[in-house]
T-cell receptor
Framework: DTEVTQTPKHLVMGMTNKKSLKCEQHMGHRAMYWYKQKAKKPPELMFVYSYEKLSINESVPSRFSPECPNSSLLNLHLHALQPEDSALYLC?????????????FGAGTRLSVL | KNQVEQSPQSLIILEGKNCTLQCNYTVSPFSNLRWYKQDTGRGPVSLTIMTFSENTKSNGRYTATLDADTKQSSLHITASQLSDSASYICVVSGGSNDYKLSFGAGTTVTVRA
């Protein structure tokens, strides 16, 4: 099973709403990632978790708050987003964070901020 | 400055024909190079991964090549099918942070019947 599952597939929210994106993998991977992808652009790394601890924050605004409840789950909490935050949010996982580790991506959550 | 450049930006081919996509990179030190296929609105799916010592790797009708000396890679699609219509992204791992992938902007391939 090489599946990374993301929910919901689509999300529409207002600028005052609080919502969460969820990501789950059962491959025993110890590294998990959040990416943001705008249309026709490559994914941009947001956060990296290694062994359930946040190891990398790519200077992401605090309105995005990641959480890793356990080794299989990764959440992204959203609060007071802006319309420019509308994008495809991708979760990925890999065995480790270095070298040859292949990142497996989920199908993404399409987020629209009104 | 993007350290991974892909060409062409887009191409249209007829079903059954072959095509080749190019990727040039400047990421250093180099760890590995991957080609991903991304359907519209979906997450990228890994096609191939190559390290410094590998020159070619195949995955069905997809064949990737790597010249680590010239820092160039290509992805060849043989006997294209309608389902090959997607964006193909060249991704290089290495540099000062091995965890951070350098993504190309992708080549959009459209296969027409």
């Amino acid at each position: 099973d090489t599946e990374v599952t993301q929910t919901p597939k689509h999300l529409v929210m207002g600028m005052t709403n609080k919502k969460s994106l969820k990501c789950e993998q059962h491959m025993g991977h110890r590294a998990m990632y959040w990416y943001k992808q705008k249309a026709k652009k490559p994914p941009e790394l947001m956060f990296v978790y290694s062994y359930e601890k946040l190891s990398i924050n790519e200077s992401v605004p605090s309105r995005f708050s990641p959480e890793c409840p356990n080794s299989s789950l990764l959440n992204l909490h959203l609060h007071a987003l802006q319309p420019e935050d509308s994008a495809l949010y991708l979760c990925a996982s890999s065995q480790g964070t270095g070298g040859i580790n292949i990142q497996y991506f989920g199908a993404g959550t399409r987020l629209s901020v009104l | 400055k993007n350290q991974v450049e892909q060409s062409p930006q887009s191409l249209i081919i007829l079903e059954g024909k072959n095509c080749t996509l190019q990727c040039n990179y400047t990421v250093s030190p180099f760890s590995n190079l991957r080609w991903y296929k991304q359907d519209t609105g979906r997450g990228p799916v890994s096609l191939t991964i190559m390290t410094f010592s590998e020159n070619t790797k195949s995955n069905g009708r997809y064949t990737a090549t790597l010249d680590a000396d010239t820092k160039q890679s290509s992805l060849h699609i043989t006997a294209s099918q309608l389902s090959d219509s997607a964006s193909y992204i060249c991704v290089v791992s290495g540099g000062s942070n091995d965890y951070k992938l350098s993504f190309g902007a992708g080549t959009t391939v459209t296969v027409r019947a």
